[in-house]
Nanobody, 127 residues
Framework: QVQLVETGGGSVQAGGSLRLFCAASGFTYNGARMGWFRQAPGKEREGVAT????????HYAASAKARFTIPQDNAKNTVYLQMNILKPEDTAMYYC????????????????????WGQGPQVTVSS
């Protein structure tokens, strides 16, 4: 049974940092494609960052470039979202997602590409 358990959300002031954790189980992590998405109230879910767990290829949404990174620890089946220089507009529920077979790499982060989802920690950034 595929499980994605996220931790690390919380409240922070603008300019601060947070690290989200996503512990994956129930599938072979090395070879999967992992992603982070977020959804703010009244808005559609949007992709933030994605990584091919085998090659380490990454892709970021424009809003995340230069501020967020998506490191991973294959030995722990864990992917992270390191968020720096946070802004109030980063406030949202953040979701970890998985596609069990990464397939050919394409630089996009689409919700339709990820069949498995975590429950999502809340991130709140105050000004």
């Amino acid at each position: 049974q595929v499980q994605l358990v996220e931790t690390g959300g919380g409240s922070v002031q603008a300019g601060g940092s947070l690290r989200l954790f996503c512990a994956a189980s129930g599938f072979t992590y090395n070879g999967a494609r992992m992603g982070w998405f977020r959804q703010a109230p009244g808005k559609e879910r949007e992709g933030v960052a994605t990584i091919n767990s085998r090659t380490g290829f990454t892709h970021y949404a424009a809003s995340a470039k230069a501020r967020f990174t998506i490191p991973q620890d294959n030995a722990k089946n864990t992917v992270y979202l390191q968020m720096n220089i946070l802004k109030p507009e980063d406030t949202a529920m953040y979701y970890c997602a998985a596609r069990l077979y990464a397939g050919f790499w394409n630089p996009s982060i689409r919700t339709a590409d990820f069949p498995y989802w975590g429950q999502g920690p809340q991130v709140t950034v105050s000004s």
